[in-house]
Structures are given as C-alpha cells and as structure tokens.
C-alpha cells in the first residue's frame, strides 16, 4: 500500500485479501470489505462511494488495516462491527454471546403466531444469549410479560443493554440454569434456541463458530442433552394449553418429536426454515 491510496484503491485491496483468505466470492468480499471500510471511517456506504478517491489519513488507514487484519484472522464481522440485525432489529452481539442467525426467526414467528396481541400473556426464553429471540417477541408482543433466562452472566449483561437500547420495559433477566432460578412460575409459552451441536462436530471448528461461546453451541449426548432437558422440564412450567418450542439441528427433527411425543405433548410438529431444512419442533401441554 502507498501512502496516497485512495479509498477506491483501498477498497479493491481488501476485496482481494478477503476473497483470498475466507474463500469468498468477489462479490461477497466487496461487500464485507465495504462494511469494514465504512466501521472504520464512521462513515456510511453512500460517503464511501461519493468519496471514493479521498486519500484517507494514516490514523485512519491503521484503523482499516486493523479491522481488515482482524477479518481476515476468521473473526466475524458481527463481533468486529459489535452488532448484528435480527427480525429488523439492531442488537450489540460480543463474543459472550451467539451472532444471532436468520434461520432462529422461524422460532420468532411461531410463538407470535401464539402470542396474543389483545391480552396479556407469559413468555419464557431459555438460553436468551444476545436476547435477540426474547427482545424480538417483546417488541412486537407489547402486551406480553417476557422472562429471559441465561446461565451466563455476561451474555445477560449484553441482553439487558439491548433491552435498554430497545426501550422495552415488559421483560425481565434471570441467571439461571435453565428451570432450575424460576422457582413455581408457570407461563403460557415457552421458547428455546439451546446448544445443541454434537461434541466433536467439524462444524465447531470452521467459519464464526470457531469464535463462539462453546457453551452456546455445543450439547452432551450427540448434541440432544439440553434438548432433553429442556423438553423434561416443560410441562412443570407450562399452564394447560401452552406451547413449548425449540430450535435444533436440521438432523434432530425426528430425535425431537419423539421425545415429545413420549412424554405426552399434543400438536407436536416439526417446522422447516428457509432453507427447506428441519429447524423448530414443539408440542403443546395437554
Ligand atoms: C444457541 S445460544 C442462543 C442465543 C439466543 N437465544 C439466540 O437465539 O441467538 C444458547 C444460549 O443458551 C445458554 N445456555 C447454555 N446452557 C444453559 C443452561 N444450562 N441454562 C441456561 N442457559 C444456558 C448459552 O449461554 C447461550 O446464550
């Protein structure tokens, strides 16, 4: 690089080093290139293409460079950037808690399908991570007293500080190992995206999972355990007629469904994401 890069020039060498280093399409890295160039000069897209032959400072070519070099190391942009979008909303993500994924908004749409808009209701979120799943509910479901449980303190404290940036008053955060914090509470849904990747599974040490928390992602028993606990506690924490529903992996739909249907739940089914693949089972309390 030369002292009188522009912002143009800039811009192409990080498309390259980024295509070259993830393995991405040029069109992919131009994008995450330009996202990174705009973070680091606190600038939005159109300045960057209105200005593309300014000649940045040194502070801020360092500041690229950093944010390039951190990207190109595997880190994700959502931890880099320090946000991610989920159901249209914006959340602080850090690496205490999952980058939240466009398949979890399936889990999103279901339960508002059994959230009531015109009265109140109790919602519980086990795992709550970011909060994306939790604060997403709450927005749209206003009238709807939301609890939000995680067993990590640091992940909580990133879910509080989303629901501060959100304005929203009706949920509450409980530190707690799934069920065990509630005490006799019981509420008319309950919604999980648990850990649930197999121990060992390749897919742990590749792309962004690599930088996740591994007690976000990864379950005992082929990756079933929280599921099976979560499932197992339920019903004690269900009113008659509530909804239980969880996401898993697109290969435990079956495992799923026949652990609820074991245990007695009604209306259990599976439902698909966007990509066609087995991702929400649940089931109602009788
Ligand atoms: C897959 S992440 C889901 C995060 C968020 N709900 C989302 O969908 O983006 C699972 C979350 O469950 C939490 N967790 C794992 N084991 C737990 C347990 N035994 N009790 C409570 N939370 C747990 C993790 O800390 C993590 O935040």
Redesign the pocket.
């Known amino acids: 690089m030369n002292l009188a890069d522009t912002i143009a020039v800039l811009l192409a060498d990080a498309t390259g080093r980024l295509a070259e280093a993830l393995a991405l399409a040029r069109p992919e890295a131009r994008i995450e290139a330009r996202v990174l160039l705009a973070h680091a000069l606190k600038v939005d897209h159109a300045w960057l293409i209105a200005h593309d032959r300014d000649t940045p400072t040194p502070a801020q070519r360092d500041a690229i460079e950093n944010l390039i070099a951190r990207r190109t190391g595997g880190e994700p942009v959502a931890y880099i950037l320090g946000e991610r979008e989920f159901y249209g909303l914006s959340f602080a993500v850090t690496p205490a ?2 980058i ?2 466009p398949d ?1 908004e399936l889990l999103v749409q279901l339960a508002l399908d059994r959230i009531p808009t015109d009265q109140t209701s109790s919602v519980l ?6 909060g ?2 939790a604060l997403a509910l709450a927005v749209h479901r206003p009238l709807a007293r939301i609890v939000a ?4 303190p640091a ?1 909580l404290e990133v879910a509080r500080k989303n629901a501060t940036r959100l304005g929203l008053r009706n949920l509450s955060f409980l530190l ?3 069920y065990a914090g509630l005490g006799v509470k019981n509420f008319d849904i309950i919604v999980a ?3 649930y990747i197999a121990a060992g599974d390749a897919h742990l040490d590749q792309g962004d999972l690599r930088f996740e ?1 591994r ?3 990864q379950s005992d028993a082929g990756g079933l355990a ?1 599921i099976r606990k979560i499932v197992a506690g339920a019903p004690a924490h269900l009113h008659p007629g509530g909804w239980l529903l969880f996401e898993h992996g697109y290969d435990q739909g079956e495992a799923s469904q026949h652990l609820l249907r074991q245990a007695g739940w009604s209306q259990v089914c599976t439902w698909v994401d966007l990509s066609g693949l087995p991702r929400v089972s649940g089931g109602q309390r009788l």
Request: no cysteine.
């Open positions: 808690v999952l939240p994924r979890t979120d086990l795992g709550t991570g970011s994306a799943i449980v995680d067993r990590s992940a707690s190992d799934w995206n648990p850990p928390p007690e976000a992602l929280d």
